[in-house]
């Protein structure tokens, strides 16, 4: 059983958990993620790792409630456990793979968009740690909608925050930012964008016109985490690759994102969910 030892709500329907699980806080590097289950026939929710720490066994998770699943994790509270939190899963980012000098040689942007500040803090201060400064893009719908930007201003080279209404920092979508930046004489080596995947698919399309690698971390449905069901298989340089094994991150100019968005489209009924299964 897992401990949760501290639970915020960030703002509406976005909360934080700090989670007891002191061997997954032991190994687990940025980039990769958990499974957790509430109970033994509970949905197996796939969450980035947020933060951790090794000293005091703990697993930051960051969640929005959008499903039946997700709603029921909210209503944990500090002092109540998980059943299941599995981990680490999947490959870390190749950003701490990579030797340090190559990594520090390059110009990093990243770009979060929603909750996906949350897998990409992680990576901005695991580069802090190592004296490298990353640029980033926060965006949100709102204000309001707006997560860790104190947290990431702390990390981050230079924070760009953007809202779509224009309620808060800049004015637009991530995209519009990018642009700018690069108008303005930026030049970067390697843009790592996490969000919806509409986000990163748009991401993706401005990037490859600007010559900017791209990697993006896809968190599709899963089930096992393993390998082994192929909930979450998707499609990368034309190859079916399962993000729970083979990613989380990939070549964002290689994903078949008009894929992945209608699995995850047809996921959402119990009709779709089985349509699934059957071609697997
Ligand atoms: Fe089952 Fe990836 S979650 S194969």
């Given at each position: 059983m897992y401990k949760i030892v501290k639970k915020q709500e960030?703002?509406?329907?976005i909360y934080l958990m700090e989670v007891e699980a002191k061997r997954v806080a032991k190994t687990c590097e940025p980039g990769q993620f958990v499974i957790v289950r509430m109970d033994s026939e509970g949905e197996r929710i796939p969450l980035t790792i947020c933060d951790y720490n090794r000293e005091k066994g703990t697993i930051t998770i960051v969640f929005q409630t959008v499903g039946a699943g997700t709603k029921m994790m909210a209503q944990l509270e500090e002092g109540e456990y998980f059943h299941d939190f599995v981990g680490?899963?999947?490959?870390?980012s190749e950003l701490v793979e990579q030797p340090l000098e190559e990594v520090k040689s390059k110009k990093i942007l990243f770009v979060a968009g929603g909750v996906g500040a949350a897998p990409v803090y992680p990576q901005v201060k695991w580069l802090h740690e190592h004296g490298i400064a990353a640029d980033v893009i926060v965006g949100s719908k709102t204000k309001d909608l707006l997560i860790l930007e104190k947290e990431m201003e702390s990390v981050a080279g230079n924070l760009y925050v953007t809202t779509d209404d224009g309620s808060?920092?800049?004015?637009?979508?991530?995209t519009q930012t990018i642009k700018d930046l690069v108008e303005e004489g930026k030049k970067y080596d390697l843009c790592i964008a996490i969000g919806p995947m509409i986000m990163m698919k748009f991401v993706c399309l401005l990037t490859k016109e600007l010559e900017i690698p791209t990697v993006v971390s896809l968190n599709p449905i899963m089930v096992?985490?393993?390998?082994?069901?192929?909930?979450c298989r998707v499609t990368v340089g034309g190859k079916v690759k399962f993000a729970c094994v083979d990613g989380p991150e990939f070549d964002g100019h290689e994903v078949n994102f008009d894929e992945a968005m209608r699995r995850q489209q047809i996921y959402k009924t119990a009709e779709g969910r089985a349509m699934l299964a059957l071609e697997e």
């Open positions: 960030l703002t509406t329907n680490p899963l999947g490959r870390p808060y920092g800049r004015s637009g979508m991530v096992d985490g393993t390998g082994m069901c192929g909930a």
